[in-house]
């Protein structure tokens, strides 16, 4: 279900040091009908401080910030404001670099380049909760973050159809996409996570993926 059929209004913040890339970004997102853009920061610290006034459901955090860079600013928000999630925006995408965002409690990133319409895409999943990774890096990343060793083999508590729902996160594909693979709607998607979420006692996609693969329930492509 996206915030337009829920009837909610994503509130965003845009962290971006250009002004003019900023300004054209926010007419963009403010024009979404699901969408409002809440407040604008040049700087990491003003990120920060205006993410901590504000309560923006989404951030939108370029990565090259002055003052303060975009990882500390993320480390710091998710921190001080829960229920803050942040999309890191990054001309880089070497495996180290992406997993250290997303230990800093990012929920996902997508390089620069990315177009307007899987920007607009993105922050409506992350708003929704899903982590936010390109599909060509996202089992890469969650294998790095599992841990070279695996524990191996031990009982699970999923379903058969959880960890089928469970492989596809792996692979980056967002509920909708899940919902096509398996033929069925996004709000089954939606509960099969919960139920995941709920018998792992994790929060997110990436926590629960690491679990499963630790314990050998997922093997990293």
Not at 17 to 46: I, K, L, S, Y
């Amino acid at each position: 279900m996206s915030a337009l059929d829920s009837g909610k209004v994503i509130n965003v913040l845009l962290a971006e040091d250009h002004a003019v890339v900023r300004e054209a970004t926010a007419e963009v997102v403010d024009h979404q009908p699901d969408m409002r853009v809440v407040g604008q920061a040049g700087t990491g610290e003003e990120a920060v401080a205006l993410a901590k006034a504000l309560r923006p459901d989404v951030v939108v955090m370029d990565i090259a910030m002055p003052r303060l860079n975009g990882l500390e600013a993320t480390r710091r928000i998710t921190a001080e404001c829960p229920g803050c999630r942040v999309l890191v925006l990054t001309a880089r995408e070497e495996e180290r670099y992406v997993v250290q965002l997303l230990q800093a409690g990012a929920m996902g990133y997508l390089p620069k380049t990315v177009g307007l319409d899987e920007l607009l895409e993105a922050i409506r999943a992350v708003a929704q909760g899903e982590s936010v990774l390109p599909p060509a890096v996202a089992a890469v990343v969650v294998r790095h973050l599992a841990g070279e060793e695996l524990t191996g083999e031990e009982p699970r508590p999923l379903t058969d159809r959880e960890l089928e729902v469970l492989r596809l996160a792996a692979e980056g594909l967002t509920n909708y996409d899940i919902a096509q693979r398996l033929y069925i709607s996004v709000r089954t998607v939606e509960a099969h996570l919960t139920h995941i979420y709920n018998k792992l006692g994790v929060s997110s996609r990436t926590e629960a993926v690491v679990h499963a693969m630790r314990r050998g329930w997922i093997r990293p492509e």
